[in-house]
């Protein structure tokens, strides 16, 4: 079954509202998270490292401001994308690796969610 | 620096075997492999941790060559459920985030 959720599993907005993507590990604890973005035929884009208990950490031309991360536990972490565009419609995708003994075992995806703004 | 992945596309015919490479101008802590179907997030395959690791799983099979900052994703005897487009992510050391090469669409046919 799927260790990493999303939610929604899609979303359809009006340009200028704020919408707030869910991702959580299910079955392990996650201190750090990943969102990534995806448009159609592209490769996934590294948006921001989501760390528990501390700030985010941004790719370069990624604003801040408008995509705000926030890793509320060791197992949840959300995405809130605000004021909305119709050019931030995309594929937005979280991942979380496992980790044992410090080392990456396994780096997990969670089932994406496709925003559409209007 | 986003890896670099060879070729951008592949179109076989069930049965026949593919590689496709992926290569970094960094130095790697690992290399993960993923597939992904469309519309669909991406699957884990395999991670290579150690330079001159190789790891297989069914007719999947990967290799890791760290000196070289290079992996190499083997599919033999390809399956029609194969089909997808296969992304490799590097994570730099000390970087501990996953980059992702740009793809290679992989194609079965009966």
């Known amino acids: 079954g799927a260790v990493v959720s999303q939610h929604p599993s899609w979303v359809i907005c009006k340009s200028g509202t704020s919408v707030k993507i869910e991702c959580r590990s299910l079955?392990?604890?996650?201190?750090?998270m990943f969102w990534y973005r995806q448009f159609p035929k592209q490769s996934l884009m590294l948006m921001a490292t989501s760390n528990e208990g501390s700030k985010a950490t941004y790719e370069q031309g990624v604003e801040k401001d408008k995509f705000l991360i926030n890793h509320a536990s060791l197992t949840l972490s959300t995405l809130t994308v605000t004021s909305a565009h119709p050019e931030d419609s995309s594929f937005y995708i979280c991942?979380?690796?496992?980790?044992?003994?410090?080392?990456?075992?396994?780096?997990?995806f969670g089932p994406g969610t496709r925003l559409t703004v209007l | 620096q986003q890896p670099v992945q060879s070729p951008q596309a592949v179109i076989l015919r069930e049965g026949e075997d593919a590689v496709i490479n992926c290569s970094s101008s960094k130095a790697l802590y690992s290399v993960h492999w993923y597939r992904q179907k469309h519309g669909e997030a991406p699957v884990f395959l395999m991670i290579?941790?150690?330079?001159?690791e190789q790891k297989g799983h069914d007719k999947i099979s990967a290799s890791f060559n760290e000196k070289k900052q290079q992996s190499s994703l083997y599919l033999t005897a390809s399956q029609l459920s194969y089909s997808g487009t296969y992304f490799c992510?590097?994570?730099?050391?000390?970087?501990?985030?996953?980059?992702f090469g740009q793809g290679t669409r992989l194609t079965i046919n009966p």
């Open positions: 991942s979380a690796p496992r980790r044992i003994s410090g080392l990456t075992d396994t780096q997990y």
């Open positions: 290579l941790l150690k330079g001159g």
């Open positions: 992510g590097t994570e730099p050391q000390g970087a501990q985030k996953l980059v």
């Open positions: 079955d392990f604890q996650a201190t750090t």
